[in-house]
């Protein structure tokens, strides 16, 4: 995942899950970094993401 405001880079295992500030619940992911509230990644570009990844990935096996 990349924050929406600082640019860095990140895996969701990294970032802190929810501030516990929202009402209802916080369903956002926070940078590590800045702690930038950014909306969770929804699981077709997750998807997407992957196949992309696993694509540049097979490519540099190639060379």
Avoid at 16 to 36: D, T
Avoid at 47 to 53: E, G, S, T
Wanted: proline fraction near 6%; hydrophobic fraction near 20%.
């Amino acid at each position: 995942m990349i924050c929406g405001f600082c640019g860095h880079r990140f895996d969701e295992k990294e970032a802190k899950q929810g501030c516990g500030g929202c009402p209802g619940g916080c369903h956002s992911i926070h940078c590590p970094r800045c702690n930038y509230k950014n909306p969770l990644e929804p699981e077709l570009l997750k998807k997407i993401r992957r196949i992309f990844n696993k694509n540049d990935a097979d490519k540099g096996d190639a060379e």
